[in-house]
């Protein structure tokens, strides 16, 4: 990948008309306020407009009608947060390992590796495991027995993937996450917790990102289900026979209990807790905090967590809800004297 692209380069890979200098030598990404000669930057929300009077960018990402407010090359995009993502893969600078299999990764005999694979030191493959072309996985990571793995794999350093699982093409898998770990199941024999084993197994679709110290755990009897295009970021907590379909986004510190389906194209917001043995339907978005206690059966916007207000505020607010029963009852009390 050559250091730098022109910004007809650019233009080629992302889309966009440009209203400047095509031949323009695009180096890396750049906020308005702090881009730097030979950086692109965007604009995706017109409140902050007035930065591209300042900016000393070489060029800016946004719509025709933001257009005129920008003094340096532009490139006209319908959509300039998608253009800014497509650029951002092109002109990426994360390192990417040395290629060839490390004398200090562990590899069972039995295992399949594709071509052009990077594995690096302290990597443990264990027996009958499958991976796909062009793999990358990292330091201290290990993919257990009978795992089957597709075509450009991801997995960062210290990535566990637990025996049998399959994942497709193009997963990506951040550090520290675990894949495949026991589901909670158990069983109490007279106040004796009898553990159950957790026989299933971990099925992801391609063209996943699972970010950082995430859990997915395997399925009791059937399987955990992640669909195709699934975005799941850091500690995020998914449980045992969940099914997540395609397209959907689940943020950070979120936790699915088991047995619950959550349809395709669905946003999980930060930190929201979903029950278990509940439906989801498609295209549903959940806003940050809340918790989802009953199945979603209409597409839209739902929402239950408190937004932050002052301490004085929280506090009456609280006392007011302790009295909501006593007010009911005072309620239809005067109902009943006007009947």
């Not at 750049?30 to 030979?38: H, M, P, R």
């Not at 532009?74 to 947060?81: F, G, L, S, T």
């Not at 990535?159 to 399959?166: A, D, E, L, M, N």
Request: aromatic letters at 4%; one cysteine or more.
């Amino acid at each position: 990948m050559p250091a730098s692209y022109s910004l007809q380069e650019l233009i080629n890979h992302i889309g966009g008309e440009i209203q400047g200098d095509p031949n323009a030598m695009i180096t890396s990404m750049g906020t308005l306020e702090n881009a730097t000669s030979g950086q692109m930057s965007f604009l995706t929300n017109s409140k902050y407009k007035n930065a591209m009077a300042e900016t000393n960018a070489t060029a800016v990402i946004l719509k025709e009608a933001d257009a005129e407010f920008c003094k340096v090359n532009k490139v006209i995009h319908p959509d300039p947060y998608v253009a800014f993502a497509k650029a951002a893969q092109l002109l990426d600078s994360t390192p990417v390992p040395a290629d060839g299999i490390s004398a200090q990764a562990s590899i069972h005999p039995s295992a399949k590796i594709g071509k052009g694979a990077s594995i690096a030191a302290g990597v443990v493959i264990e027996k009958d495991v499958k991976i796909g072309d062009n793999a990358r996985i990292g330091p201290n990571t290990v993919i257990g027995e009978g795992a089957e793995l597709g075509d450009e794999l991801n997995l960062r350093a210290n990535v566990t993937i637990y025996h049998r699982v399959i994942a497709g093409d193009r997963v990506s898998i951040h550090s520290g996450t675990i894949v495949g770990s026991d589901g909670f199941g158990y069983a109490n024999d007279k106040g004796v917790w009898v553990k159950i084993p957790q026989s299933g197994t971990v099925i992801i679709g391609d063209d996943c990102e699972i970010g950082a110290n995430t859990c997915i755990d395997r399925g009791a009897l059937d399987n955990t289900i992640i669909g195709n295009d699934v975005i799941i970021d850091n500690l995020v907590q998914i449980a045992h026979n969940v099914t997540v379909g395609d397209h959907s986004c689940i943020c950070g510190g979120t936790g699915i209990a088991g047995s619950s389906n959550i349809g395709k194209y669905v946003v999980i917001a930060g930190t929201c807790v979903v029950n278990g043995h509940i439906d989801i339907c498609d295209k549903v978005q959940i806003t940050g905090f809340s918790m989802v206690t009953k199945s979603i059966t209409q597409p839209g916007v739902y929402s239950s967590g408190m937004p932050v207000q002052s301490n004085r505020d929280w506090q009456k607010n609280t006392v007011r809800l302790r009295q909501i029963g006593k007010l009911v009852e005072r309620v239809k009390t005067l109902e009943g004297l006007h009947k």
